[in-house]
């Protein structure tokens, strides 16, 4: 139900919320990011890393995903196995 998702500032509109049971069925394995410098110009490279800390990250050359630095893959791990999201 599209009312279900959207949001107010006091909350969701409904108690029809996807995640309501709270029990994750998925989880993020890994973020491939084109980055030469590996976020060094990133004032926030810190919080950003330490948010991921139970994540792989593998960074690749921006010349393998067409010049553009930034996020190129995000890996799940689900109850029926891997998948990427590219």
Do not use: C, Y
Request: proline share 5%; net charge negative.
């Amino acid at each position: 139900m599209l009312v279900s998702l959207i949001k107010t500032r006091a909350g969701w509109l409904t108690s029809d919320h996807p995640s309501q049971d709270g029990t994750a069925v998925s989880k993020i394995e890994k973020i491939v990011i084109a980055d030469k410098d590996q976020l060094a110009e990133s004032w926030f490279k810190p919080e950003i890393l330490g948010a991921l800390a139970e994540v792989t990250i593998e960074w690749v050359d921006p010349s393998t995903n067409d010049g553009d630095n930034g996020i190129v893959a995000v890996h799940l791990s689900t109850p029926n196995g891997s998948v990427v999201l590219d």
